[in-house]
C-alpha cells in the first residue's frame, strides 16, 4: 500500500507558475509514489471569498484543467471537491475542541494574509483555517503534503493538532511532513516578493505565448539599469530570479553580462520569456487535449470525489470509536 499524499488549492483563480514551482511540478513528480489526493478547496476559498461564491463555482474547472495541463494524471490521482467531504468539516469541529485562538491567532502566515488584507477584526472561520487544513490532511490519513513555503506554520500546526488528538484519545493520525518544492517563493513580475493572483503580478498557467512576452516584457528590472552599458544589478531583478529559476544552466552567464552592462534588458526579457513559453507548450497542448473531450474534468471530479467520500467515512469510523461518539 502506497502511502498518501495530499494537497489542494483555493478555488479562487488561475494556477501560476509560481504554484508550479513551488508545488505543482513536485505532485506530479511524487504521483507515481504516492496515492495522491488534490484537493479543490472551496470552503477554504469561502474564508476570504464568502461574498463572491460565484468566483469560486468558476475556478472549479479552470483549476482542475490547471491540474491536468501539468501533467497530473487522473487515472492514478484523485482530483476532488472539499466541500462534497462533510467528514472534512466534522473534524475540524473536533479538533477545533483543544486548539486555542492565542495559537491561532500567533500563526504567522494568519498574522500575515489578516494584515495584507486589511482586517481589524478576524473572521472565525478566517482564524481558523489552519484547523479546517487538518482536517483536509487527517479525512485521508495523508503523510505527505507539498506545499509553498507559506503553508509551513500551518502544517507544523497541523502535526500539533494530530498529535495532540492521538494522545487524548486514540492513535489515529500519522503526523504529516511537508514537501517544500525547489523554489518555495517565487518573485512576481512587479518585483514583489510573493507571485499572488490578488496582487496581479502573475504569469498564468494557460497564458499564450504573446501574452507571456507582453507580461515579461512589462516586469520590473533593476532600476540602475537605463542604458545598455549601465552595470546592472542581476540580485535585485526580478527576471535574473527567472533566469535562476527556469534557465539554471545558463544564469551565470547571464549573471556576469548584465553586471558588466554587456547584456541588455530586452535581450535579457526575450531569453526568459522564450523558455518559459518552452515549459508552457506541453501544458497548452495537454490543456487542449482534455477541452476537446467535453464533460471530462468533470466526471473526473466526480469520480474523485466519490472515492475521497469512501475515505472519510473509514477514518471518521476510527475517530467516532476514539470520541466514544458511537452511541448506538
Ligand atoms: N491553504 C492552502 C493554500 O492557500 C490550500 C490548502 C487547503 C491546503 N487545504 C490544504 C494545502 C491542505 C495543503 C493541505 O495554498
Redesign the pocket.
Known amino acids: 500500500m502506497k502511502e498518501r499524499l495530499?494537497?489542494?488549492?483555493?478555488v479562487t483563480g488561475k494556477l501560476h507558475l509560481g504554484h508550479y514551482v513551488g508545488?505543482l511540478k513536485n505532485r506530479v513528480e511524487l504521483q507515481d509514489s504516492y496515492d495522491s489526493f488534490f484537493?479543490l478547496?472551496d470552503v477554504?476559498a469561502l474564508t476570504t471569498h464568502y461574498k463572491q461564491p460565484e468566483t469560486l463555482k468558476a475556478h472549479v474547472n479552470q483549476v482542475t484543467l490547471d491540474y491536468l495541463s501539468v501533467g497530473i494524471d487522473p487515472e492514478q490521482s484523485t482530483i476532488f471537491i472539499?466541500s462534497l467531504i462533510p467528514e472534512i468539516a466534522e473534524l475540524t469541529a473536533y479538533f477545533s475542541m483543544f486548539v486555542t485562538v492565542n495559537s491561532l491567532k500567533h500563526n504567522p502566515t494568519i498574522k500575515a494574509e489578516a494584515s495584507e488584507k486589511g482586517y481589524s477584526d478576524l473572521y472565525y472561520g478566517f482564524l481558523g483555517?489552519p484547523i479546517?487544513?487538518t482536517a483536509?490532511?487527517a479525512f485521508c490519513k495523508?503523510t505527505v503534503?507539498?506545499?509553498?513555503e507559506?503553508?509551513l506554520p500551518?502544517?507544523e500546526q497541523?502535526r500539533k493538532i494530530m498529535r495532540r488528538f492521538n494522545q487524548l484519545y486514540a492513535p489515529v493520525f500519522n503526523e504529516p511532513k511537508a514537501i517544500v518544492g525547489d523554489c518555495a517563493r517565487l518573485i512576481g513580475l512587479d518585483g514583489d516578493s510573493k507571485m499572488s493572483k490578488s496582487k496581479g503580478n502573475t504569469i498564468d498557467l494557460d497564458s499564450t505565448k504573446q501574452e507571456v512576452y507582453d507580461q515579461i516584457k512589462k516586469a520590473k528590472t533593476d532600476p540602475a539599469r537605463i542604458r545598455r552599458s549601465d552595470p546592472g544589478h542581476p540580485d535585485i531583478c526580478p527576471i535574473y530570479t527567472y533566469h535562476n529559476v527556469f534557465r539554471k544552466e545558463e544564469s551565470g552567464s547571464i549573471y556576469e553580462g548584465c553586471q558588466k552592462g554587456m547584456l541588455g534588458c530586452v535581450e535579457c526579457k526575450a531569453m526568459i520569456a522564450a523558455s518559459i513559453n518552452t515549459l508552457l507548450e506541453p501544458m497548452h497542448e495537454r490543456r487542449d487535449t482534455y477541452l476537446q473531450r467535453s464533460n471530462y474534468t468533470k466526471e473526473i471530479v466526480q469520480a474523485g470525489t466519490e472515492r475521497a467520500q469512501l475515505i472519510a467515512k473509514e477514518t471518521m469510523e476510527e475517530v467516532r470509536e476514539a470520541l466514544m461518539i458511537n452511541y448506538f
Open positions: 495530499l494537497t489542494g488549492d483555493r508545488s484537493m478547496a477554504h472539499q483555517y479546517s487544513q483536509d490532511i495523508a503534503v507539498p506545499v509553498g507559506d503553508q500551518h502544517m497541523s
